[in-house]
């Protein structure tokens, strides 16, 4: 059996000629197959009366044999092209509501598609195209400010005060929602002009990992966590939960399809040189800030355990960042 491959209508510059009664190739050969289905169904009814009355076993068994490898075989190709059509049906679905959306909603503006942004990345010398080293880092310093300003709303929304939630001693950064963006971008980067539930999905696996290892981590290096969800179900080992993973899911999809593209819009309209050189700039600066972090929490986890010291190194984080400085930095961190 041969497939027919029909042509089918383009974009042209007087505009989009449509069809709406028009099959796509794809349908035709379904259809095709469908039908040859139905003949072979009809074959197999006279084969059976075949296989029922032969008397030699051994041919019968190879023409069997036969058959049932070939069935097999195209089972295994059917099933291929149903998951590519229904890919392909995912992504074309996806990419006209993002664009639709982008181009009727006038009051409140809409993100821009991540295929707008995909087309705008083609320029070869783009100094942040795709996921890039730049466009990464990038999306960190970011997502590590936009991540405390959220949860800094959010508290104030459900508590009625400010509460910090910064990671960093210096500045309202928090590396936990830098790395956490980060994550999202990388996993989900391919399936940013797929649908939402697969972004869910990829978002509650990815962001679950990432805040078990923070968690992890933190009490590995510094003995304390800032974060316990022991008591709530469906839990592993505190440090993560069903409900805050679905939070995680819905994250996802917020990250890849609004937050990200206009990231990466803003991000276009920064120089090449410019960008680049901003880039480093911030990173050398972020990681002074990590530096001080990682020496202020190691010396306030040597207060806590009433450990003196009369060297100027430790003095200096002593005065610096005292207890009430720390507490109020780390609200919510408890000591082993």
Known sequence: MRFKRKKTNSLTETG????????????????????????AEDEMQTFYDEMTMSDDLNKTEIIVQTKLASFRRASSN???AYQRIAII???LSARWNDLAKSKRRKIIPAPPPNAVIDLAEKNPDYFARGISPYKLLLVFYIGSFLGVAIELLWCFLTRGYIESR????????????????VAFTVALY????????????????????VEYFCSWGQEFVVGSRSWDYSDMP?????????????????????????????????ILKIPNRAGKWITWIF???YAVDCILTLFALLRWSQRVNFVETTNPFWQFFDSAFPNERMEKIYANMEFN
């Open 16 to 39: 989009m000629e449509i069809s709406c009664s028009e099959k796509s190739a794809q349908e035709e050969n379904s259809i095709e197959l469908l039908r040859s289905l139905d003949a």
């Open 78 to 80: 059917i099933l291929k």
């Open 89 to 91: 049906n995912d992504e």
């Open 166 to 181: 910064s990671g960093l001693v210096v500045g309202p950064l928090n590396p936990l929602y830098g790395f956490g963006a």
């Open 190 to 209: 391919r399936f940013r002009n797929k649908g939402r539930w697969i972004s869910f999905l990829g978002g509650m696996f990815v962001g679950s990992i």
């Open 234 to 266: 469906f839990n592993l080992n505190g440090r993560i939960c069903l409900l805050y993973s679905a939070f995680w899911g819905i994250l996802g999809v917020f990250l890849i399809k609004t937050v990200y593209p206009w990231l990466a819009k803003f």
């Open 283 to 285: 990173g050398a600066i």
